[in-house]
T-cell receptor, first 114, second 114 residues
Framework: NAGVMQNPRHLVRRRGQEARLRCSPM?????VYWYRQLPEEGLKFMVY????????ESGMPKERFSAEFPKEGPSILRIQQVVRGDSAAYFC????????????FGPGTRLLVL | AQSVTQLDSQVPVFEEAPVELRCNYS??????LFWYVQYPNQGLQLLLK??????LVKGINGFEAEFNKSQTSFHLRKPSVHISDTAEYFC????????????FGSGTQLTVLP
């Protein structure tokens, strides 16, 4: 059973470009979470999605950031008009959605904005 | 809202010595507690978790943790560390009973010295 997959593993963008980060959850998992890890810091929650629904986006910046988890295909975290402060590691986690909540993490996408 | 405090940002220890990484949390409601390990440039791997029942939880790689409700702590311990245990360790909490975002501590860098 493959784990959580994220791609790309590394992404370099210039200021003003768009970044698209993809996450494929573990087989059988219907819940996806996105977290951001800034240098020398812990992970901060961004958004929680189920298929075709955003459940909790309380950690998402109000502008330029969006997330989706379509019926088919991976979850996408999209950052428009990137700025240097967006440079970070972005981790996706998935869970089966049962009450005993264990989240399994992907390897992350390291975004560098030049 | 819940929060997590990891009291030590850096813990150096000699190989084969015991180690304790401290974690305290605050929450007005019942929680689940987790310890994750992150090796350089990798994602997070679950070490152990406390959901309910016995307060002493055993995890992978010889680690264990004890849930202390009165002290709101969930300290991680290992009786004898190896060089390969060098990594960043994160304590995390989520509200019990349903799928929820994880709140992470700021992490503890464990460095095992030869």
């Amino acid at each position: 059973n493959a784990g959580v997959m994220q791609n790309p593993r590394h992404l370099v963008r210039r200021r003003g470009q768009e970044a698209r980060l993809r996450c494929s959850p573990m087989k059988g998992h219907s819940h996806v979470y996105w977290y951001r890890q800034l240098p020398e810091e812990g992970l901060k929650f961004m958004v929680y999605l189920q298929k075709e629904n955003i459940i909790d986006e309380s950690g998402m910046p109000k502008e330029r950031f969006s997330a989706e988890f379509p019926k088919e295909g991976p979850s996408i975290l999209r950052i428009q008009q990137v700025v240097r402060g967006d440079s970070a590691a972005y981790f996706c986690a998935s869970s089966p959605g049962t009450s005993q909540e264990t989240q399994y993490f992907g390897p992350g996408t390291r975004l560098l904005v030049l | 809202a819940q929060s997590v405090t990891q009291l030590d940002s850096q813990v150096p220890v000699f190989e084969e010595a015991p180690v304790e990484l401290r974690c305290n949390y605050s929450s007005s409601v019942s929680v689940y507690l987790f310890w994750y390990v992150q090796y350089p440039n990798q994602g997070l791997q679950l070490l152990l978790k406390y959901l309910s029942g016995s307060t002493l939880v055993k995890g992978i790689n010889g680690f264990e943790a004890e849930f202390n409700k009165s002290q709101t702590s969930f300290h991680l311990r290992k009786p004898s560390v190896h060089i390969s245990d060098t990594a960043e360790y994160f304590c995390a909490v989520t509200l019990s009973g349903s799928a929820r975002q994880l709140t992470f501590g700021s992490g503890t860098q464990l460095t095992v010295l030869p």
